[in-house]
T-cell receptor, first 114, second 113 residues
């Protein structure tokens, strides 16, 4: 149980375009989902906390107008990278909170902006 | 502010030998501690957690971790390493009313045949 999926797993886009990443909890309802960014050989950086039906809470230094997060249902959260630039290239990981201090992570999305 | 330190970027161990991946933390109040494993180009998989109770926590795939309050440590251990254990391991800690954990930088475990 506690499976989280992400789509797409890998995306290449041109600079200036927008990309949407979906995060779904397949067998549980996630009131809270988290979005992380991971650089090569580095730790996870929390970008934002997404709560179903309300605005996301962004970490300091994360541009909310660039990284749009929507948590429209208890099983789906989306991250849209708007006007992507090469420096946005990264591995993006979402997780769902089961409410027992455990987070269950998606497989990640590799974004490459050319 | 809470922080997590994983002092070793890489740990090398021979298959069959015991392994230890170190983690120390700094949080206010009682800590919530976690270990996750990440395989290449994949998300993180939960291994084990300490919230309260017995200081020795047993988790998935034969891993265990010991909570040491005086040393503020939560080292990950396994009695006999497998080549398939080779992966990136993350320690995470939360506390002080925040249940959102902070992650360490990760330790690459390499198990040699």
């Amino acid at each position: 149980g506690a499976v989280v999926s992400q789509h797409p797993s890998w995306v290449i886009c041109k600079s200036g375009t927008s990309v949407k990443i979906e995060c779904r909890s397949l067998d549980f309802q996630a009131t809270t989902m988290f979005w992380y960014r991971q650089f090569p050989k580095q730790s996870l950086m929390l970008m934002a906390t997404s709560n179903e039906g309300s605005k996301a809470t962004y970490e300091q230094g994360v541009e909310k107008d660039k990284f749009l997060i929507n948590h429209a249902s208890l099983t789906l959260s989306t991250l849209t990278v708007t006007s992507a630039h090469p420096e946005d290239s990264s591995f993006y990981i979402c997780s769902g909170d089961l409410g027992n201090y455990e987070q269950y992570f998606g497989p990640g999305t590799r974004l490459t902006v050319t | 502010a809470q922080s997590v330190a994983q002092p070793e970027d890489q740990v090398n161990v021979a298959e069959g030998n015991p392994l230890t991946v170190k983690c120390t933390y700094s949080v206010s109040g009682n800590p919530y501690l976690f270990w996750y494993v990440q395989y290449p180009n994949r998300g993180l998989q939960f291994l084990l957690k300490y919230i309260t109770g017995d200081n020795l926590v047993k988790g998935s795939y034969g891993f265990e971790a010991e909570f040491n309050k005086s040393q503020t440590s939560f080292h990950l251990k396994k009695p006999s390493a497998l080549v398939s254990d080779s992966a990136l391991y993350f320690c995470a800690a939360g506390g002080g009313g925040s249940y959102i954990p902070t992650f360490g930088r990760g330790t690459s475990l390499i198990v040699h045949p």
